[in-house]
């Protein structure tokens, strides 16, 4: 059968287009024509090849914020995702004191990053802080602006106290959508704690848990305002993650070139990652839906 | 495997209950044979699952006692109970295969393993599922995991008994007979008392020995499917047995016959005097259209259903079913009904009368 073509309806993917380009390609290209070229100024742009990418690649101190940076998204992980199940698991299922947790739960989660840097930077404080003067009166040598080890408790506690809450409300979810027959079926089959735990609940927080886990690594891996207020990176280089060493070497040292292959290179991998965990979740539907 | 006697049993779900109404089941003494298959029908909302979960112990009674031969177990926990219940919507562990499935509730018990291979081969080839034991759960058909969890229900021997809550809801028609008909070899088989929740009554007629009625949180009847067609005990039995149920119509009982606005029905027996809101009942089975002998009818509308058909008519303001034998005609000039008369059962306020002389 003949069908006229009618073209005109490429006209409605046009608005879409023009956001898109605005918003993602051409900012994204710039990035890439920073990455290429040698600048000084002025829009004086010299062709520089793939030299920045040669550099960042083989530079010590990006190797250093990387492996910083995945040390800090595995211990978060790490501590955030058995602990928000934990929470999950024992929070009240419904009635009045299950609306006040989740209120609760949900208050980190609301305040804006810069403030929850600034809330834990004063609270640590030796001088004034809460926490700070209180380890110091305790006689604890706890310092964050001086001490790299202080410092990283200091954050890694502040990123769970901000994001817990995420994990935990995303893992109370599934565990709401299981229905009751499946405790009362365990019950009957005199399944353990741990075994209902293990083949009832942990596969039915598959799907959310999947999701929890993604969020908080990309969140984790591109995190910048909260250590960056709290220690500002330091002390030396020691919470240096590779946003804040990418702003530092944007805006602190004006290397252009550098910091745009490097921005190019920390997006790949997060396009990377996120495939990774988007394959791997669409494989568990299909499973499922067999 | 013992008795289960149920002593004063009621629940209510609020905590405060305030009155009778507040009462998903109503005070009740019941004994439940050892070895007995039987179903509990009733329609929704009517307390069948509370019944069944208080028996399994899933949930506490708010008053009464629970009793497995002559233990109290009111306060047992399921575990200790030694119970299998299968559930409406099929339960199966979704990580785990077929086999493993079936395996669990023995495993949990601590069996040992050629005792668990024996018996999960043998109740997998009971429910047709030999041949996917290495398969995952997940991803079956409905079909296929109630299997599942009609297995996990049966596999072990030595349960107090099994509890069904309406486990055929999700299968199809034909697996459902099939299921059935295992269900009832394996009784025969193994003996275990069986309590099987349905609001299908064939499935109900068909798979118990006793059926036990319920109706608005108390059993109304308990009995054979004979007696419940025959002599249901409340209208709501008459009602909800039979295809269509029992006909009921208000009159007025003097001795051996039933005054209906004027008209005299004879009865099979003699009745005292009754109080209350009277209504005999008779089944369409026995309603025969005559062309001038008993009641006037005004027919309304003819229901062929394939091996009878069903006369919707009105007897006196009241709609009454009839049930015509193929081949006989129906023509205009059927404008009488007959009950037969020792086919008819007497109702006060909903519950059966018997009559003097008290044949049953």
């Known amino acids: 059968m003949d069908k006229t073509q009618n073209n005109k309806a490429w006209f409605l993917v046009l608005p879409v287009l023009v956001i898109v380009a605005f918003s993602a390609i051409i900012p994204l290209m710039t990035v890439v024509n920073y990455s290429v070229n040698d600048t000084f100024g002025d829009n004086q742009f010299f062709w520089a090849g793939l030299e920045w990418f040669e550099e960042m690649v083989t530079s010590d101190r990006l190797h250093e914020a990387l492996g910083r940076q995945i040390l800090f998204s595995a211990i978060i992980l790490a501590i955030e995702v058995p602990l928000g199940i934990y929470i999950a698991l024992n929070m009240p299922k419904k009635g009045f004191w299950a609306s006040v947790c989740l209120v609760l739960m949900a208050l980190p989660l609301l305040i804006p990053f810069n403030v929850v840097g600034t809330i834990w930077q004063i609270f640590g404080r030796v001088d004034i802080g809460l926490l700070g003067h209180y380890l110091a009166e305790l006689g604890i040598d706890y310092n964050y602006t001086n001490d790299p080890l202080d410092a990283w408790i200091t954050v890694i506690v502040m990123d769970v106290w901000h994001w817990t809450s995420l994990v935990a409300l995303l893992c109370y979810a599934g565990l709401q959508s299981i229905p009751n027959a499946y405790y009362q079926a365990a019950r009957v089959d005199q399944a353990s704690r741990w075994a209902v735990f293990r083949y009832i609940e942990l596969p039915k927080m598959a799907g959310v848990l999947l999701i929890a886990v993604l969020l908080r690594f990309m969140d984790s891996f591109m995190i910048y305002t909260e250590p960056f207020v709290v220690t500002g990176g330091g002390p030396g280089n020691s919470t240096t993650f590779l946003s804040i060493d990418l702003v530092k070497m944007a805006i602190g040292q004006f290397d252009l070139g550098p910091a745009a292959a490097f921005s190019i290179m920390y997006f790949l ?11 791997v979740m669409t494989n568990l539907d299909k499973e499922e839906g067999k | 495997m013992s008795q289960i006697t149920l002593k004063n049993l009621a629940h209510s779900y609020h905590a405060n209950p305030r009155g009778e109404q507040d009462f998903a089941l109503k005070e009740m003494d019941h004994v439940w044979d050892d070895g007995g298959a039987y179903a509990l029908l009733g329609s929704s909302g009517c307390g069948k699952t509370t019944l069944l979960n208080i028996i399994s112990g899933l949930l506490r009674p708010s008053q009464g006692r629970v009793l497995f031969g002559d233990r109290d177990v009111t306060d047992a926990e399921t575990a200790e ?30 069996m040992d393993a050629a005792y668990i291979k024996a018996r999960v081969t043998q109740i997998a080839a009971m429910i047709g599922m030999d041949h996917i034991l290495d398969r995952k759960a997940r991803g079956l058909t409905a079909d296929a995991k109630q299997k599942i969890s009609l297995g996990r229900g049966m596999v072990r021997e030595d349960v107090n008994a099994i509890l069904f809550d309406e486990p055929l809801t999700v299968i199809d028609p034909h697996m459902k007979w099939e299921l059935r008909t295992q269900l009832k070899q394996l009784h025969r088989e193994f003996g275990h008392t069986m309590i099987y929740v349905t609001h299908d009554q064939t499935e109900a007629l068909t798979f118990a020995d006793k059926v036990v009625v319920m109706y608005d949180g108390r059993v109304v009847q308990m009995g054979t499917p004979e007696e419940l067609f025959e002599t249901p005990a409340h209208t709501f039995v008459g009602y909800f047995i039979g295809s269509p149920g029992m006909n009921l119509l208000p009159a007025e009982i003097r001795g051996g016959t039933a005054q209906l606005q004027g008209a005299a029905v004879p009865l099979g027996a003699a009745y005292g005097p009754i109080s209350g809101r009277t209504q005999i009942g008779i089944r369409p089975e026995y309603c025969v259209l005559t062309e001038g002998d008993g009641l006037p009818i005004t027919i309304k509308r003819v229901e062929d259903v394939g091996r009878h058909r069903i006369i919707r008519g009105d007897v006196a303001g009241s709609t009454v079913n009839v ?11 059927l404008t009488h009904v007959r009950f037969t008369p020792d086919r008819i059962n007497v109702y006060a306020d909903d519950w059966r009368v018997a009559p003097i002389g008290g044949a049953v």
């Open chain 1, 269 to 279: 991998v997060i396009l990377l990652v996120s495939w990774v965990f988007y394959t």
């Open chain 2, 81 to 110: 109970r030694n119970i299998a219940q299968v559930f409406q919507f099929p339960v199966v562990y979704d990580t785990m295969t077929v086999r493993e499935n079936l395996a669990f509730p023995l495993r949990n018990r601590g």
């Open chain 2, 323 to 333: 049930i015509a034998p193929e081949g006989m005609a129906v023509g205009a000039s």
